[in-house]
């Protein structure tokens, strides 16, 4: 690799904060400000059994669709990673998102109405042609792994590169390819803060029977979910592309 593609690689940049800062935060304002002007909104919100209303459902789709495609356009160019087990590790990531994006719309269930099959239906909790109700609530535990990998890989690897004396990832290696960027801290806290929320207000007070407070903070969280997942793969092929300009070069 000459200087100059050298130079250009350690410029490597993330895409704007503007987008990864405020994007998610927009779900939140939807939500406030359909509550304030319609009184019917609440009613759609959420998925309602053969209504395909669900805002938050939709939107949660509507992220992680792209970022599929961004995912699979980066494992297209992992020729430019410093490991072969990073292609490997894109491809599930991007396969995980697939399957997170068809569940979320329950692979098109939600749109087009059609019955669910009688042997899926009897051990959905939801009565939807999806797997993730069928778990027995266990659910809720691989979205809480992911939370937790989201917190990890955002807040605390950060925390202790700061402050417990572990060296930074150096540009271009492997680690720093595998961990998440800052992209992804805006919206672990706002996904963090929305469970948080969610137990001080619908479990342990009463303001889940005032406006706003009666939101459903789990399916916004999910949201929140969504936008991280999307954030990682897209500032994957963001950033790959650029490395591989500059491999090139």
């Given at each position: 690799?000459?200087?100059?593609?050298?130079?250009?690689?350690?410029?490597?940049?993330?895409?704007?904060?503007?987008?990864?800062?405020?994007?998610?935060?927009?779900?939140?304002?939807?939500?406030?400000?359909?509550?304030?002007?319609f009184?019917?909104?609440?009613?759609?919100e959420?998925y309602i059994?053969?209504?395909?209303?669900?805002?938050?459902?939709?939107?949660?789709?509507?992220i992680?669709?792209?970022?599929?495609?961004?995912?699979?356009?980066?494992?297209?160019?992992?020729?430019?990673?410093?490991?072969?087990?990073?292609?490997?590790?894109?491809?599930?990531?991007?396969?995980?998102?697939?399957?997170?994006?068809?569940?979320?719309?329950?692979?098109?269930?939600?749109?087009?109405?059609?019955?669910?099959?009688?042997?899926?239906?009897?051990?959905?909790?939801h009565?939807?042609?999806n797997?993730?109700?069928?778990?027995n609530?266990?659910?809720?535990?691989?979205?809480?792994?992911i939370?937790?990998?989201?917190?990890i890989?955002?807040?605390?690897?950060?925390?202790?590169?700061?402050f417990?004396?572990?060296a930074?990832?150096?540009?271009g290696?492997?680690?720093?390819?595998?961990?998440?960027?800052?992209?992804?801290?805006?919206?672990?806290?706002?996904?963090?803060?929305?469970?948080?929320?969610?137990?001080?207000?619908?479990k342990?007070?009463?303001?889940?029977?005032?406006?706003?407070?009666?939101?459903?903070?789990?399916?916004?969280?999910?949201?929140?979910?969504a936008?991280?997942?999307?954030?990682?793969?897209?500032?994957?092929?963001?950033?790959?592309?650029?490395?591989?300009?500059?491999?090139?070069?």
């Amino acid at each position: 690799m000459t200087n100059n593609s050298m130079a250009k690689y350690e410029t490597l940049k993330d895409f704007p904060k503007l987008y990864w800062q405020w994007i998610p935060l927009l779900m939140l304002v939807v939500m406030v400000v359909g509550r304030t002007i319609f009184p019917d909104w609440k009613d759609y919100e959420y998925y309602i059994e053969s209504e395909a209303r669900g805002i938050v459902e939709n939107a949660a789709f509507v992220i992680l669709a792209p970022g599929v495609v961004f995912g699979f356009l980066a494992w297209r160019m992992r020729d430019a990673l410093p490991s072969k087990y990073l292609g490997y590790w894109l491809m599930l990531c991007t396969i995980a998102v697939f399957i997170a994006a068809g569940e979320e719309a329950s692979w098109g269930q939600h749109w087009f109405q059609w019955a669910t099959p009688e042997s899926l239906a009897a051990i959905n909790d939801h009565n939807e042609t999806n797997f993730h109700n069928t778990l027995n609530g266990h659910d809720t535990t691989i979205k809480s792994i992911i939370m937790v990998g989201m917190a990890i890989g955002t807040i605390v690897i950060p925390l202790v590169i700061r402050f417990g004396g572990m060296a930074k990832p150096a540009l271009g290696s492997s680690l720093y390819w595998l961990f998440p960027t800052v992209v992804g801290l805006p919206v672990t806290i706002y996904c963090l803060s929305s469970r948080i929320i969610r137990q001080l207000f619908q479990k342990w007070t009463r303001l889940d029977e005032y406006m706003y407070f009666d939101m459903d903070f789990n399916e916004l969280s999910e949201f929140f979910v969504a936008c991280f997942l999307f954030f990682y793969l897209f500032s994957f092929w963001y950033r790959l592309r650029q490395a591989k300009a500059a491999k090139v070069a």
